[in-house]
């Protein structure tokens, strides 16, 4: 005997996304997914977002990585409120554990809250959390082939920042192949060209915040 | 990888839905892996086994897994194509918008059972 199921294992998570997304509008606070490879800068871009931001916005963080709370650790010398999920073996954060954390924040009192997922340019990509946008992040040092070998987590984006600009002279990484790789991937990706470093490019990126955060 | 925890949510969607039935065994499950997950066919066959094995219902159970292409409708021109070599724009008209209509799922069709 056939039994029809037709269903998509993929969904499951969707739901529980979607009802983490009714959550945040209901409290109007902007949600941010950040994705990249581990040591792409990640931490280091939230810390400076939040020293640039904090007057302006209030911020909350997720922090997510298979182990330790060296990154909330880092976050909460900042004063904001942080959670810190470890997996202790998932390769990525999904709907369920973003779900668990919620009530540990006052989100109606937050304008933006940015999840750092764990590092890995491949599985997050495949589970939403309820985001209103995701951020693809690549630094110089890791080289210019990673959009075209990696295209999954950059058509499932809506921003990328390529990051550690300030490196671009050290390192064999053609920033306009790149970007034209990029957008061959996702045409209507935003990128923005940015350094932790030195903050050269770090404008239009707080601007982007700033526009969305506040809405 | 996730495959072990794919096929965890996948074998509890199996055990849910012919519980409705007088089903002693599972005698063939089909699967439709997109190419654009982050999904591995073998990977999934591999762990499924391991699941599969501790239990009655389920451990003669053939997994079948169509790979299912990646394909895309040109918001342009409405043309369909199979998006080859990571190319995601319209190999017809050239327009960059696209969507993706297939190639990003891990879908349940079919259960076949005793």
């Known amino acids: ?215 | 990888m996730h495959e072990s925890a794919m096929i965890d949510s996948f074998v509890q969607i199996i055990e849910d839905k012919v519980k409705e039935y007088p089903v002693k065994k599972v005698t063939k499950i089909k699967l439709k892996v997109g190419k654009l997950t982050c999904l591995c066919p073998g990977t999934l066959a591999a762990c499924f086994e391991t699941v599969a094995q501790e239990k009655d219902l389920l451990k003669d159970t053939v997994l079948e897994i169509e790979e299912v292409p990646l394909k895309a409708k040109c918001k342009e021109c409405g043309q369909v194509f199979l998006v080859e070599e990571n190319k995601f724009f319209c190999p017809f008209c050239q327009h960059p918008h696209i969507q993706i209509v297939a190639g990003r799922e891990l879908f349940i069709e079919t259960v076949e059972v005793e």
Request: include cysteine; proline fraction near 4%; hydrophobic fraction near 40%.
């Open chain 1, 1 to 215: 005997m056939e039994i029809k199921i037709g269903m998509n294992v993929l969904e499951a998570n969707n739901l529980v996304a979607a009802r983490n997304q009714d959550i945040f509008q209901k409290d109007q606070v902007f949600v941010l997914n950040i994705m990249s490879s581990p040591g792409s800068g990640k931490t280091t871009l939230l810390e400076k977002t939040i020293e640039a931001l904090k007057d302006e916005l209030k911020i909350g963080v997720i922090e997510g990585d298979i182990y330790t709370d060296r990154d909330a650790e880092r976050i909460k010398r900042h004063g904001i409120p942080v959670v810190q999920i470890n997996t202790y073996g998932s390769c990525h954060l999904d709907a369920r554990m973003v779900r668990e954390v919620l009530p540990l924040f006052n989100l109606k009192g937050l304008d933006l809250l940015i999840i750092e997922n764990v590092g890995n340019l491949v599985c997050p990509a495949e589970f939403r959390l309820g985001e209103h946008a995701r951020v693809a992040v690549l630094s110089v040092p890791e080289g210019d082939d990673k959009p075209v070998k990696y295209p999954v987590v950059f058509r499932e984006s809506e921003i990328a920042l390529i990051n550690k600009i300030d490196l671009l002279d050290y390192f064999d990484f053609n920033l306009e192949r790149v970007k034209k790789e990029i957008k061959e991937i996702n045409p209507e990706l935003e990128i923005f060209e940015i350094s932790c470093k030195t903050l050269e490019g770090f404008q239009p990126w707080l601007e982007w915040l700033r526009k969305n955060a506040q809405r």
